[in-house]
């Protein structure tokens, strides 16, 4: 699976940015999407993940009852609504796609290319 996110750019604090991340192949609806970030000289850390069947969703705590995970698997788009946004959420922004495995764990096979996210102050 290929997958492309989009959506990054500058907001202030506060405000609202949603993320897209376009998925390719057939078997899109049968992975587990997830959301990651690098900050600048930061280590990379997992955001959110919705999985394959159920759409059951897991969220880091540092972002929990702000930002929500979905996925539209007829589209195979997998989409990121991040709300209240703080400067501290600044960072390049990583989706990702499993077959198997733990969905906060960083064993992802698969990565799209970042797409920055900057809340300025």
């Known amino acids: 699976v290929q997958l492309q996110a989009s959506g990054g750019g500058v907001v202030p604090a506060g405000g609202s940015l949603r993320l897209s991340c376009a998925g390719s192949g057939h078997a899109f609806r049968s992975y587990t999407l997830a959301w990651f970030r690098q900050a600048t000289g930061k280590q990379r850390e997992f955001v959110a993940a919705i999985s394959w069947g159920d759409s059951r969703t897991v969220y880091a705590n540092s972002v929990k009852g702000r930002f929500t995970i979905t996925r539209d698997n007829a589209k195979k788009m997998l989409y990121l609504q991040m709300n209240s946004l703080k400067p501290e959420d600044t960072a390049d922004y990583y989706c990702?796609?499993?077959?198997?495995?733990?969905?906060?764990?960083?064993?992802?096979?698969?990565w799209g290319r970042g797409t920055q996210v900057t809340v300025s102050s």
């Open positions: 990702a796609a499993q077959s198997s495995g733990t969905m906060a764990s960083q064993n992802y096979g698969y």
